[in-house]
């Protein structure tokens, strides 16, 4: 099975700074026959379902603001928030595609300083 | 508009089952794979397993091997989860979410309770 690390567990960012969130799998989701990266981030705020935000490490979701942007490959990824909004608090976890069982890093609790 | 819309909230006994539904509507029912997946409380998410809409064949993760049990009714684009011989340890949020042939989660229900305590 593929684990799923964060770092760091939680932060708390100024308004209009940047936050940037590490995520590692514990092997390659990189598939070879078309380079493309199976990792997912989503966003979840309290009671509500997880939102998805970026697949293929950096592929936007529809209506997702820019200022979102996912970067990485293989085994190391980073999401990053380039100006953070109150609207951003939240938990945020990056997940693999790449082969059942599909498994999600711990979280990454994001907060206002 | 995509929806999946899931059933209320359960209380169970420990050594009870439950049964979960998810109506999805607003795409064509057999497009999309359909997920089941869980969140306790202040907890991670965790991938139960996965039903083909065409074909009606599940695949669980091996943790709930032989406890749950995936279905859907095609007629009414509804699916199900059941699981059985529950624990406290069941107690979660239990989501369904679709994925396309080749992807990840694009669009989850609101989530259903469940509850297990004596």
């Known amino acids: 099975d593929i684990v799923m690390t964060q770092s760091p567990d939680s932060l708390a960012v100024s308004l209009g700074e940047r936050a940037t969130i590490n995520c590692k799998s514990s092997?390659?989701?990189?598939?070879?026959?078309?380079?493309?990266?199976?990792l997912a981030w989503f966003q979840q705020k309290p009671g509500q379902p997880p939102k998805l935000l970026i697949s293929?490490?950096?592929t936007r979701e529809s209506g997702v603001p820019d200022r979102f942007s996912g970067s990485g490959s293989g085994t190391d990824f980073t999401l990053t928030i380039s100006s953070l909004q109150a609207e951003d608090v939240a938990v945020y976890y990056c997940q693999q595609y790449y082969t059942a069982p599909f498994s999600f890093g711990p979280g990454t609790k994001v907060d206002i300083k | 508009q995509v929806h999946l819309v899931q059933s209320g909230a359960e209380v169970k006994k420990p050594g009870a089952s439950v049964k979960v539904s998810c109506k999805a509507s607003g795409y064509t029912f057999t497009d999309f794979y359909m997920h089941w997946l869980r969140q306790a409380p202040g907890q991670g998410l965790e991938w139960m397993g996965i039903i083909n809409p065409s074909i009606g064949r599940a695949t669980y993760a091996q943790k709930f091997q032989g406890r749950v049990t995936m279905t859907r009714d095609a007629s009414t684009s509804t699916f199900y989860m059941e699981l059985s011989s529950l624990k406290s340890q069941d107690t979660a949020v239990y989501y369904c979410?679709?994925?396309?042939?080749?992807?990840?989660?694009?669009?989850w229900g609101q989530g259903a309770m469940v509850t297990v305590s004596s």
């Open positions: 979410a679709r994925t396309p042939s080749i992807g990840t989660f694009d669009m």
């Open positions: 293929w490490a950096s």
């Open positions: 092997q390659s989701v990189l598939y070879s026959s078309n380079n493309k990266n199976f």
